[in-house]
């Protein structure tokens, strides 16, 4: 990849001047853009140590595609489409189930197993395999998705693509997003976590457990924990207000799968659902 990740840098570096007829640029854009559908590349990806690794040049290709690329019309059965990039297809050699209403942009990869519900997958994300993204669940931009998530109704996992090196939105192995929840702006969920519906999480909102009462970090819940939206009193020179957090109400043991019984009754017990 050395030479094709050298020419992504160049053209980058020049990326306020490309248009549609830089052709060099479009072939090498291409080939990544290609790379990324069938999976072969990753914008980003968990190391065995845990630190998120952002391959910063495979996303500056995603930018130039949008540059180098016109707006060109697509159909799909009775819809049209007006855009830069068409859709994926040849679900059917790739195992992925697609039930009607669902879509994903040419450049994600999902992996066999996946099903989609009515959704959308965005460019530069990477779905794991037995994933279900179910209905009106987005997959912004870049976001990694482990294997056998579920991604509950309407959950948003917001996308970054800006600048190149920010880290994207990582849901690990294993893990629920409870429905309605909203994970942004480079937010990370650990392997075989919980969020209860309607968690919102993004760097700058704390995540607290409820045992100590101590802030363990700020955007990232931890491994084989169920956590839930909550709130935090602070005072201030107007009056008391309360500011949101993530609660810790519960730790798994390492490779623990949560029991969807025991796991409704806890979350019950919080006046949190799924």
């Given at each position: 990849m050395g030479d094709?990740?050298?020419?992504?840098?160049?053209?980058?570096?020049?990326?306020?001047?490309?248009?549609?007829?830089?052709?060099?640029?479009?072939?090498?854009?291409?080939?990544?853009?290609?790379?990324?559908?069938?999976g072969q590349l990753r914008v980003a990806e968990v190391a065995p140590s845990g630190e998120v690794i952002v391959h910063d040049w495979v996303k500056k290709a995603i930018m130039l595609l949008f540059r180098l690329h016109g707006l060109?019309?697509?159909?799909?059965?009775?819809?049209?489409?007006?855009?830069?990039l068409e859709l994926?297809?040849?679900?059917?050699?790739?195992?992925?189930?697609?039930?009607?209403?669902?879509?994903?942009?040419?450049?994600?990869?999902?992996?066999?197993?996946?099903?989609?519900m009515p959704s959308f997958v965005n460019i530069g994300a990477w779905v794991g395999p037995g994933t279900m993204v179910d209905t009106w669940a987005?997959?912004?931009?870049?976001?990694?998705?482990?294997?056998?998530v579920h991604l509950a109704g309407g959950?948003?996992?917001?996308?970054?693509?800006?600048?190149?090196?920010?880290?994207?939105?990582?849901?690990?192995?294993?893990?629920?997003?409870?429905?309605?929840?909203?994970?942004v702006d480079g937010a990370r969920v650990g392997k075989g976590s919980v969020l209860g519906a309607g968690t919102i999480l993004n760097p700058s909102i704390p995540v607290i457990d409820a045992a100590t009462g101590e802030e363990v970090s700020r955007g990232h819940v931890p491994d084989y924990c169920v956590a839930v939206t909550a709130n935090r009193r602070r005072e201030y020179p107007g009056?008391?207000?309360?500011?949101?957090?993530?609660?810790?109400?519960?730790?798994?043991e390492q490779g623990e799968t949560h029991d969807k019984v025991a796991l409704n009754s806890l979350l019950r017990e919080h006046g949190v659902a799924t």
């Open positions: 094709l990740e050298e020419r992504i840098n160049a053209w980058h570096d020049q990326i306020a001047n490309m248009t549609p007829e830089n052709l060099e640029a479009r072939r090498d854009v291409e080939l990544v853009i290609a790379k990324l559908d069938d060109e019309k697509s159909e799909a059965g009775p819809f049209e489409y007006l855009d830069k994926k297809y040849d679900y059917e050699r790739r195992g992925v189930r697609v039930v009607p209403g669902a879509s994903a942009r040419r450049g994600s990869f999902l992996s066999p197993g996946v099903i989609l987005t997959v912004g931009s870049c976001a990694q998705i482990g294997a056998n959950v948003g996992i917001g996308g970054v693509l800006e600048p190149a090196n920010a880290v994207p939105v990582v849901i690990e192995d294993g893990a629920f997003i409870g429905s309605r929840c909203m994970i009056g008391e207000f309360f500011l949101p957090c993530v609660l810790i109400i519960k730790r798994m």
